[in-house]
């Protein structure tokens, strides 16, 4: 009893200080949305009058940004997708293979999720790179 007691209390410590990052995060989340609005703006603002090209590191920057971001929605969905592991204090043979089984599945569908969002922000930058050849082409 005292053990799970024990258990307990590090998960409750553990999630608050979850709920604390969270808060920052959140904070920061609306930081950036603030800012990619402002930047949206000053693109549509010089997009009448003056031809505006994104800088190719400022462009790496927002794909490995986005994939980041992605990575840490799909870890934060899973953790909240995944089965309360304290809801059953005694869970039945069948029962824990079944959530094994589930939680090594969701673990491969993440690592290909990572491997995705590394390869779309590789073709965006290879995308990038290939539109300002063609602007430069266009321009001469």
Not at 110 to 127: A, D, G, P, V, W
Request: aromatic residues 4%; contains cysteine; proline residues 2%.
């Amino acid at each position: 009893m005292i053990k799970r007691l024990k258990d307990l209390e590090r998960e409750k410590d553990a999630l608050w200080s979850g709920l604390e990052i969270l808060e920052k995060t959140r904070l920061w989340y609306l930081q950036r949305l603030e800012k990619n609005r402002a930047r949206q703006d000053s693109i549509e603002a010089r997009s009448g009058s003056v031809f505006w090209r994104d800088h190719g590191t400022e462009e790496t920057h927002s794909c490995f940004l986005r994939s980041q971001i992605q990575r840490v929605n799909g870890s934060l969905g899973s953790v909240m997708s995944e089965p309360n592991v304290t809801s059953s204090s005694n869970p039945s043979i069948p029962e824990a293979v079944a959530d094994s089984d589930l939680r090594w599945h969701n673990s491969l569908l993440t690592q290909e999720l990572s491997r995705k969002n590394s390869q779309i922000s590789l073709l965006e930058q290879e995308k990038h790179a290939l539109l300002n050849e063609l602007d430069d082409l266009q321009s001469c």
